[in-house]
């Protein structure tokens, strides 16, 4: 938002950072390492989840404090939306938001070097790779090859025509470096703008309005920005908590904390996430060598799954817990339901914005999850037994061999499950018609003027992939929108604006 936005030479753009505002060439090898994955407690929000009624075990729930957010702390997975993804919501009477509407956006925003001009960008500013055989690990290597003697096909381009399939991965990742967001899109040249501002911890408390209209925001410093456009792009956990601390919310909810009602809005009701299961092995010597960490995915559908949907993920990493990791090399076959019908929720537990805000995955609550969830598992199990994997693994770590039957590997899967870290929707973008909605197609927050929100959590519904190459396309979406070639209401009066 910050580079297409300043791209307008009439518009002069404030971009606030609760962390670090590290240049492209500064971030330290906790998050420049592509095989370090979810970085340190120095660059995290240190949040956690309150399951532990419903599932016996809080999760924890990592998010990037630093400029690039969580694309500096993820695995640099670049998938892209499905079209039936993108299909759900535009079914919520949402306009412009079709696949076919959106893959020039896609395209935009990468540049690679492979696949189909039909899906790919060369010109974009993140760039994307897809990893080959030669390029991963050995056991890696055998999780493929394992999954294709099962009959799943290989997929060439998981961001082409076909997902359905096993494929190592495409990587934003280039010589070892994951190229977050800020190192991709703010280059020193898009810095050099005369009307571009870069601000670094600086942690916004809320948005403040005169009547309806914004009017700045005030930061938790107790600094006051004044400015007549805001742009909220701080994840599905904090741009939720920054509109109720700022009155858009359940009235009810924010009566309790004593925070005055400016808009009633379903702000952080409808929270999503994959929940995520790790099946582990120990590999043998010579085939234990653990990097590049991120590896290879098997994409396809459960037997509940809609026409057309790839709703089960099994992703081969070396991301592994370190207890595991002393004991020798590790590969880790991670279930997935990518499209989960549970809803979390997210709530204020205090109007301080210092204190971290109540998430509930409420993983399981709707028990199809659970059960394509033990689909999903069974078959990573029986790919652990399929030549040529178990020929490089030692042993299951866990769930370990001594659970095995169905019961026994439901309660192991409650008792561990994690998230993909992929948190979507608590801010939905809907139409007119659409009670649920917050946002409307274009992020403007309803009820108020000139107020927006641009990131994960205005998705109307998780995609069946991981979301970071979506949230972007997001943000090119709406800034291209706003500055190029949108409405009227959103031209009208831009030159001279201030937006923070």
């Not at 999760?59 to 694309?71: E, T």
């Not at 399939?165 to 280039?174: A, D, E, H, R």
């Not at 290879?296 to 990791?325: F, V, Y």
């Not at 029986?382 to 095995?404: M, N, S």
């Amino acid at each position: 938002m910050a580079n297409r936005l300043s791209g307008d030479a009439g518009t002069r753009v404030l971009l606030i950072e609760a962390g670090p505002a590290y240049g492209p060439g500064e971030y330290p090898d906790v998050l420049a390492d592509a095989n370090r994955v979810r970085g340190d407690d120095a660059h995290d929000w240190g949040y956690q989840t309150q399951d532990l009624p419903m599932l016996g075990h809080n999760v924890k729930a990592p998010r990037g404090r630093v400029l690039g957010g969580s694309s500096a702390v993820n695995a640099a997975v670049a998938m892209r939306a499905r079209p039936t993804d993108l299909a759900r919501w535009t079914a919520r009477g949402l306009d412009g938001w079709s696949f076919d509407e959106v893959l020039p956006m896609y395209k935009a925003l990468e540049n690679t070097a492979s696949g189909d001009d039909a899906w790919h960008g060369r010109s974009g500013p993140l760039p994307i790779r897809q990893t080959t055989m030669d390029d991963n690990t050995p056991s890696m290597q055998a999780f493929v090859l394992a999954a294709e003697a099962l009959g799943f096909p290989r997929v060439q381009d998981f961001n082409g025509a076909s997902q359905h399939g096993v494929s190592p991965y495409p990587l934003n990742v280039v010589d070892g470096i994951r190229v977050n967001t800020a190192m991709a899109y703010l280059t020193e040249d898009v810095r050099r703008r005369p009307n571009l501002t870069i601000t670094g911890s600086a942690e916004v408390d809320v948005v403040m309005f005169t009547g309806r209209r914004v009017a700045g925001i005030r930061l938790v410093s107790g600094d006051v920005v004044t400015a007549d456009r805001v742009i909220l792009c701080a994840g599905a956990f904090g741009s939720p908590a920054i509109l109720m601390r700022s009155g858009i919310g359940p009235p009810c909810h924010l009566r309790e904390l004593g925070i005055p009602v400016l808009q009633d809005a379903p702000v952080g009701q409808r929270l999503k996430e994959h929940p995520f299961f790790y099946n582990t092995y120990a590999l043998r010597p010579p085939s234990d060598s653990m990097e590049p960490v991120a590896g290879a995915i098997l994409w396809t559908a459960s037997t509940e799954a809609c026409q057309g949907e790839l709703d089960l993920q099994i992703s081969g990493t070396h991301i592994a817990d370190p207890e595991q990791r002393r004991a020798g090399g590790v590969i880790v076959l991670a279930s997935s339901v990518t499209l989960p019908n549970s809803i979390g929720s997210v709530r204020l537990r205090d109007r301080d914005p210092r204190v971290p805000p109540v998430i509930r995955y409420n993983f399981f609550s709707d028990r199809s999850d659970l059960r394509r969830m033990l689909e999903a598992v069974r078959l990573s199990r029986e790919i652990g037994r399929t030549a040529p994997f178990c020929d490089v693994v030692g042993g299951e770590l866990t769930p370990g061999p001594a659970v095995a039957d169905d019961i026994d590997l439901e309660r192991s899967v409650i008792a561990a499950v994690d998230g993909y870290a992929h948190p979507t929707s608590t801010v939905p973008m809907g139409g007119a018609d659409d009670s649920d909605a917050v946002v409307d197609g274009l992020g403007r927050v309803r009820g108020v003027e000139n107020l927006f929100v641009v990131d994960a959590s205005i998705m109307p519904d998780i995609p069946s992939a991981p979301t970071n190459l979506t949230t972007m396309m997001i943000a090119e979406t709406i800034a291209g929108r706003m500055v190029g070639g949108g409405p009227a209401q959103l031209q009208e009066g831009a030159h001279g604006r201030r937006s923070a």
